[in-house]
T-cell receptor, first 114, second 115 residues
C-alpha cells in the first residue's frame, strides 16, 4: 500500500547542477502534480498532468521540466539549479474524476541548493 | 490576488478545548471545492475534510467540522476536543471549476495544543 512515493527524501546540490526528483504512484491515478513549499507561502503548483503524455504549467513553472510517459511516474527535472529553488517539493496524485476526491501527497523531497 | 487567505499564522489551544481556524477564499467560479490538510512536524500532508460549493450541509469528519459560509466566502475548520497530536500546520486549499483539479493553498496556520 505504497501510495505516492518520492525519491530522494533529501538532496543537496550546487548551483548549476541538474537533477531529477522522482515521483511514482500505484493507485492508477490519472492526475498528478508537483508543488513546492516555502516558509510563509503555503504550497505552490509547479506543473501538473491530467494523464500520460499530457502536462501543463502551474503557478511557478520556471526552471522546471516534467514529462509523463506512464500513468505511474511523473518526474520533475531541475535543469540548472539555483538557490531560489531551495524548497520542499511535494508530488501529489488523485483520480481523474470525482470533485470531492482529495489529492494524495508523497512525503516530500527537501532540496537545498548551495 | 490571493485566492486563499489564512490570517492566523499561529494559535495556541488548551487540550480538550475546541479551536477554529479561519479560511477565506476568492473565486468567481460557481463550482469549487475546499480542502483542509494537516501537516505535522514530520512533514507529510494529511487530508482532513472537504466541502463542495453546492453542498447543502457543513462537512463533518470525526472531530473536524467545517463552518461553511458561502456568502462570506469563508470555510473555517473547527477541531473539537483538541489533542496533543493535533499540534501541526493546517492548510486550507481550493479547487476551482468542476473538472479543474489544481489546488491553490493558503499560507497555513500553526496550531500548538497545550497540556
Amino acid at each position: 500500500n505504497a501510495g505516492v512515493t518520492q525519491t530522494p527524501k533529501f538532496q543537496v546540490l550546487k548551483t548549476g547542477q541538474s537533477m531529477t526528483l522522482q515521483c511514482a504512484q500505484d493507485m492508477n491515478h490519472e492526475y498528478m502534480s508537483w508543488y513546492r513549499q516555502d516558509p510563509g507561502m503555503g504550497l505552490r503548483l509547479i506543473h501538473y498532468s491530467v494523464g500520460a503524455g499530457i502536462t501543463d504549467q502551474g503557478e511557478v513553472p520556471n526552471g522546471y521540466n516534467v514529462s509523463r510517459s506512464t500513468t505511474e511516474d511523473f518526474p520533475l527535472r531541475l535543469l540548472s539549479a539555483a538557490p531560489s529553488q531551495t524548497s520542499v517539493y511535494f508530488c501529489a496524485s488523485r483520480p481523474g474524476t470525482g470533485e470531492s476526491q482529495p489529492q494524495h501527497f508523497g512525503d516530500g523531497t527537501r532540496l537545498s541548493i548551495l | 490576488a490571493q485566492k486563499i487567505t489564512q490570517t492566523q499564522p499561529g494559535m495556541f489551544v488548551q487540550e480538550k478545548e475546541a479551536v477554529t481556524l479561519d479560511c477565506t477564499y476568492d473565486t468567481s467560479d460557481p463550482s469549487y471545492g475546499l480542502f483542509w490538510y494537516k501537516q505535522p512536524s514530520s512533514g507529510e500532508m494529511i487530508f482532513l475534510i472537504y466541502q463542495g460549493s453546492y453542498d447543502q450541509q457543513n462537512a463533518t469528519e470525526g472531530r473536524y467540522s467545517l463552518n461553511f459560509q458561502k456568502a462570506r466566502k469563508s470555510a473555517n475548520l473547527v477541531i473539537s476536543a483538541s489533542q496533543l497530536g493535533d499540534s501541526a500546520m493546517y492548510f486550507c486549499a481550493m479547487r476551482e471549476g468542476p473538472r479543474d483539479y489544481k489546488l491553490s493553498f493558503g499560507a497555513g496556520t500553526t496550531v500548538t495544543v497545550r497540556a
